[in-house]
DNA sequence: TAGATTGTTAATCGATTAACAATC
DNA sequence: TAGATTGTTAATCGATTAACAATC
């Protein structure tokens, strides 16, 4: 057990981790080692031990980890053992993507309202949610007290939108513009660039 | 220069650098420094100035970098100076956005074909592809000689396609499934899953 | 008990930063 | 020329791995 700040880099794994025991859990399993989950997710057993050491003695000597005591473990650090309200902006393919998939709710995060700029798309229906114009983002992220958005807004767009949601109080972008932002330190940003991924790739071939 | 093994931290930092250039492009600059790219993209001048430095002397002491000479050399360390055929499985809500992206084909790759296995799906047209089989994919793919992949299959079906992909000859795969694959080391995956990316971010919340 | 596997320490390995001579 | 900025070296910082006592 360590309490000085814990890096990124860590935290960048325990979702995956995460992911991998829910998969387990879900099959039937009751127990793992490091060895295993390290060889499922790609990861040494000496790292996952190391990583999960950072937070509590939650293993066994000769036994391993419990599955679903673990799983709880680390829904607590990631604080995903409760539901996250998200803002969409952005209601063009991608945004309709989002708005449908159904692996939010089961991981912890629920797509509450979506917004739009296109007088056309305001107030057209994409599944449950009607498109707000993006022009009252601000009180109504205030308003509904949410703190993480996903941006899919052409990149055009994309800083701009990011102050206003910066000043409505968003802790937490998940942008899909393919342009770096410009942040305050307090706000956390993740990056889903589909072609800075496969430029990633090519260079290899 | 430095013609040892560039660390792979390095080249996922290449994409995100041609980016902003191109944007500096876009908008008429001629030259930067690698303070003012740094700023950009969230690195320090010393990084950047490092990074740039491992492929060849491509500044100039007193004025820094030409932006066009800059993009073209990184297009070719990347492999970026040509377009990437690419092959797309899973024609779901995910798929259909993928395939309707205008982003690509500017930056390096086109979507060339389509698979799923619903027969509901198969011969029905997405933009200007007829979805296919994707029973017949290791032959179709080999015939095309097509190398990368983008996965937006469900979860459970991702291993099994994976295995097909690497049997057509595919060297890297985009994958939207939120699994981790296991596969040959000779083949580079990259992993998009949105919901890792945002229990990433609600750790810090 | 014997075997297995954790949590942790120390050693190794790798990445980032600071600093500056070279030079445009 | 004077000012600016590169490319590179050495120092620092951080992450990963190997090894093993503790113990279930």
Known sequence: MNSDKIPDIIIGRLPIY?????????????????????????????QIRKDISQFGEFGKQGTGYSITYLLEKLRE????????????????????????????????????????????????????????????????????????????????????????????GIKGILNYAPITLNMPNHVKVQYIDPVTHLQRMTYYL
């Open 18 to 46: 995460l992911r991998a025991l829910q998969r387990m859990a879900d099959s039937g399993l009751k127990t793992t080692s490091s060895q295993e989950l390290g060889e499922l997710v790609g990861v040494s057993a000496a």
């Open 77 to 168: 650090i990631l604080k995903v053992n409760r539901i996250w309200d998200v803002a969409l902006i952005g209601a063009g393919d991608m945004g309709h993507a989002l708005a449908n998939y159904q692996g939010f709710a089961n991981r912890g995060f629920k797509i509450v309202m979506v917004f739009d700029s296109d007088k056309e798309k305001i107030g057209q229906k994409i599944g449950d949610f009607t498109i707000e114009d993006v022009a009252h983002i601000v009180e109504k992220i205030k308003a509904a007290d949410v703190k993480i958005a996903m941006l899919t807004v052409p990149a055009s767009a994309a800083q701009n939108v990011t102050e206003k949601l910066v000043q409505a």
